[in-house]
């Protein structure tokens, strides 16, 4: 059975850091590729970050880069997302989601994951 796990959310001062674990099982992050995503009380779910554990290859939305880390460890089949710098406008509940390589490739750019987790919540206070 596949599972994502999320935690590492917490409250936290704007300028603060957060990781975010994400824990798989039931498939290998050789595989997939894993997504971070957020959603805000009110607003659309938007993509903040995603990694392909294969070749290491790496995505941000712009409201993250240069704050946010996205990193694997395929030993521990767990993604992190190291958060810095973070402002009141990061707030949202935080999810990590999965999809095959294969049916990324298959279903092209923008495609769908098909795995979610739970969410883990943070907030960040001005």
């Known amino acids: 059975e596949v599972q994502l796990v999320e935690s590492g959310g917490g409250l936290v001062q704007a300028g603060g850091s957060l990781r975010l674990s994400c824990a798989a099982s039931?498939?290998?992050?050789?595989?997939?590729?894993i997504g971070w995503f957020r959603q805000a009380p009110g607003k659309e779910r938007e993509g903040v970050s995603r990694?392909?554990?294969?070749?290491?290859?790496?995505d941000y939305a712009d409201s993250v880069k240069g704050r946010f880390t996205i990193s694997s460890d395929n030993a521990k089949n767990t993604v992190y997302l190291q958060m810095n710098s973070l402002k009141p406008e990061d707030t949202a509940v935080y999810y990590c989601?999965?999809?095959?390589?294969?049916?990324?490739?298959?279903?092209?750019?923008?495609?769908?994951?098909?795995?979610w987790g739970q969410g883990t919540q943070v907030t960040v206070s001005s």
């Open positions: 989601a999965a999809v095959s390589i294969e049916l990324a490739d298959i279903r092209g750019v923008g495609y769908e994951y098909d795995y």
């Open positions: 039931g498939f290998s992050l050789d595989d997939y590729v």
């Open positions: 990694i392909s554990s294969s070749d290491g290859s790496t």
